[in-house]
């Protein structure tokens, strides 16, 4: 095969070096622009350390591919897929969308948006009907990334004609033919994920990265809150601040704690309150009446009534 | 004889890469592409089978490759083309078509000509393939 008719994998401007040559690495990631993605991710997300080093790993690994190739060591550009396990509320999407645009700035895949599924959109009602829905999602996935949010529901292994199994078969196919044209990541809750891979080992060789979502601690949440709050325009007054984090101590002991979603419960709550106490009050208000929470508005959760763990009366 | 319809047509058949890079073009003007299928070769043939839905969502061309190389596969000595459609408002037609993928051998066409009263003639044509049912003439 001649140079010319060799797909477009290397651009015009990138000639192979000498194998003596010398490559300024600095250089390379300052022209990548990745730091700001870096700096965008620290700000944006609290905690999360351990997926943010492995982020920071990807992006390594794709700079120093890129490096590589101009030196013409040929080498298949890495398996990206991915999984995300953890509790609720811990992230997962979040960063699935944000490693959308990652990879895109890293050049790794071509258009960088996120299509988010779910069995019902992979899996069809009758048979001939789930090859076509999951090509038609996958299609539409091409460029970017594929996020399958609790995969596990695909496999039902108590149904063993159950359509699930079709969609699982494709998905593999595409994901180890078209590693270039899109990215896959699964998510779901560990135990039930580590389940699904023990029934489909195919999806776990083909994936080369699994990452771990932790529970946030009370402190962390405090921050998530804090962020959510300054995002919307909103904050704390002292005593509120106060009553926040003891809000948050004690929802964490409750039942059906979805971590940073609950927060963003809570906050979408608080804000309510505090609509219904301006109104009620009546009169003129300031700026400052519009954007303050008051300790009122977040005691006047039911969080603040109901047993925790551990209380007497749980 | 090599039938010439739509865009690129009397180029050399666009190899897969250049068939990307085309589709990207459509897709970035915002155009839904959509792949149809025949073996009537006639030019006045306009109403080819779709194969599958058009494709509205789609962001990169490999989506559309995906399914075209499943229509090889189906019909592997049918004429393919791509269809791009523009659902701009007073436009809601197809903006472009090429073909992708055509027979080994293409007999070509016979000319008829029927004579008239007077010294009139008529012309029409007529493609040899399809002298034999559809599905049979490649
Ligand atoms: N580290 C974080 N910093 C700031 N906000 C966060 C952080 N993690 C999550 N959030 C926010 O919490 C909410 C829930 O997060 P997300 O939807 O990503 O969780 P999830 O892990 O996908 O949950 P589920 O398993 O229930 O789907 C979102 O509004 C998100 O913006
Ligand atoms: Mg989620």
């Given at each position: 095969?001649?140079?010319?008719?060799?797909?477009?994998?290397?651009?015009?401007?990138?000639?192979?070096?000498?194998?003596?040559?010398?490559?300024?690495?600095?250089?390379?990631?300052?022209?990548?622009?990745?730091?700001?993605?870096?700096?965008?991710?620290?700000?944006?997300?609290?905690?999360?350390?351990?997926?943010?080093?492995?982020?920071?790993?990807?992006?390594?690994?794709?700079?120093?591919?890129?490096?590589?190739?101009?030196?013409?060591?040929?080498?298949?550009?890495?398996?990206?897929?991915?999984?995300?396990?953890?509790?609720?509320?811990?992230?997962?999407?979040?960063?699935?969308?944000?490693?959308?645009?990652?990879?895109?700035?890293?050049?790794?895949?071509?258009?960088?948006?996120?299509?988010?599924?779910?069995?019902?959109?992979?899996?069809?009602?009758?048979?001939?009907?789930?090859?076509?829905?999951?090509?038609?999602?996958?299609?539409?996935?091409?460029?970017?990334?594929?996020?399958?949010?609790?995969?596990?529901?695909?496999?039902?292994?108590?149904?063993?004609?159950?359509?699930?199994?079709?969609?699982?078969?494709?998905?593999?196919?595409?994901?180890?033919?078209?590693?270039?044209?899109?990215?896959?990541?699964?998510?779901?809750?560990?135990?039930?994920?580590?389940?699904?891979?023990?029934?489909?080992?195919?999806?776990?060789?083909?994936?080369?990265?699994?990452?771990?979502?932790?529970?946030?601690?009370?402190?962390?949440?405090?921050?998530?809150?804090?962020?959510?709050?300054?995002?919307?325009?909103?904050?704390?007054?002292?005593?509120?601040?106060?009553?926040?984090?003891?809000?948050?101590?004690?929802?964490?002991?409750?039942?059906?704690?979805?971590?940073?979603?609950?927060?963003?419960?809570?906050?979408?709550?608080?804000?309510?309150?505090?609509?219904?106490?301006?109104?009620?009050?009546?009169?003129?208000?300031?700026?400052?009446?519009?954007?303050?929470?008051?300790?009122?508005?977040?005691?006047?959760?039911?969080?603040?009534?109901?047993?925790?763990?551990?209380?007497?009366?749980? | 004889?090599?039938?010439?319809?739509?865009?690129?047509?009397?180029?050399?058949?666009?190899?897969?890469?250049q068939i990307k890079k085309q589709v990207k073009y459509c897709l970035d003007n915002g155009w839904a592409v959509s792949l149809e299928y025949t073996d009537d070769p006639h030019p006045r043939n306009t109403y080819w089978e779709m194969y599958g839905q058009p494709m509205f969502d789609l962001r990169d061309p490999a989506g559309l490759m995906m399914d075209l190389e499943e229509c090889r596969k189906t019909?592997?000595?049918?004429?393919?083309?791509?269809?791009?459609?523009?659902?701009?408002?007073?436009?809601?037609?197809?903006?472009?078509?090429?073909?992708?993928?055509?027979?080994?051998?293409?007999?070509?066409?016979?000319?008829?000509?029927?004579?008239?009263?007077?010294?009139?003639?008529?012309?029409?044509?007529?493609?040899?393939?399809?002298?034999?049912?559809?599905?049979?003439?490649?």
């Amino acid at each position: 095969m001649s140079a010319a008719d060799k797909p477009e994998e290397t651009r015009a401007d990138e000639k192979t070096l000498d194998a003596d040559a010398k490559v300024d690495l600095d250089a390379v990631f300052e022209a990548s622009r990745i730091q700001e993605v870096f700096d965008q991710l620290d700000h944006d997300l609290v905690g999360l350390k351990p997926v943010k080093t492995r982020i920071r790993e990807i992006a390594a690994l794709l700079l120093v591919d890129h490096v590589r190739r101009q030196f013409d060591l040929a080498s298949d550009s890495p398996t990206l897929h991915m999984c995300f396990t953890g509790n609720p509320g811990t992230g997962k999407t979040t960063v699935a969308e944000r490693m959308a645009d990652i990879l895109h700035k890293l050049d790794y895949i071509r258009e960088g948006h996120l299509v988010s599924v779910t069995r019902d959109d992979l899996v069809g009602q009758y048979i001939g009907h789930t090859a076509p829905k999951t090509k038609e999602v996958i299609k539409r996935a091409m460029g970017g990334v594929l996020f399958i949010d609790e995969a596990y529901y695909l496999y039902r292994p108590e149904n063993e004609r159950d359509y699930g199994q079709e969609s699982i078969e494709i998905l593999l196919q595409v994901m180890e033919n078209n590693r270039d044209d899109l990215v896959v990541i699964l998510a779901g809750y560990k135990d039930r994920m580590d389940r699904f891979f023990e029934s489909n080992p195919g999806f776990r060789s083909r994936i080369a990265h699994h990452i771990d979502f932790p529970d946030y601690r009370a402190d962390e949440l405090e921050s998530i809150g804090e962020l959510m709050m300054n995002e919307e325009n909103y904050h704390f007054s002292d005593d509120a601040r106060q009553a926040f984090s003891e809000y948050i101590e004690r929802r964490m002991r409750q039942p059906h704690f979805a971590n940073a979603r609950s927060i963003r419960n809570a906050l979408d709550r608080m804000r309510l309150r505090q609509a219904k106490r301006l109104f009620e009050a009546r009169g003129s208000i300031t700026k400052s009446d519009l954007i303050t929470i008051q300790a009122d508005d977040v005691r006047a959760s039911r969080v603040f009534d109901e047993p925790v763990d551990g209380e007497a009366g749980a | 004889m090599r039938i010439t319809q739509g865009t690129f047509s009397f180029l050399p058949d666009l190899t897969d890469e250049q068939i990307k890079k085309q589709v990207k073009y459509c897709l970035d003007n915002g155009w839904a592409v959509s792949l149809e299928y025949t073996d009537d070769p006639h030019p006045r043939n306009t109403y080819w089978e779709m194969y599958g839905q058009p494709m509205f969502d789609l962001r990169d061309p490999a989506g559309l490759m995906m399914d075209l190389e499943e229509c090889r596969k189906t019909y592997p000595k049918h004429y393919i083309r791509v269809t791009a459609f523009d659902s701009t408002h007073q436009w809601e037609t197809p903006r472009l078509s090429f073909i992708v993928n055509r027979p080994p051998e293409e007999p070509g066409f016979r000319l008829k000509r029927q004579e008239q009263e007077g010294r009139k003639v008529r012309y029409t044509i007529d493609s040899y393939a399809s002298d034999q049912p559809e599905g049979q003439r490649y």
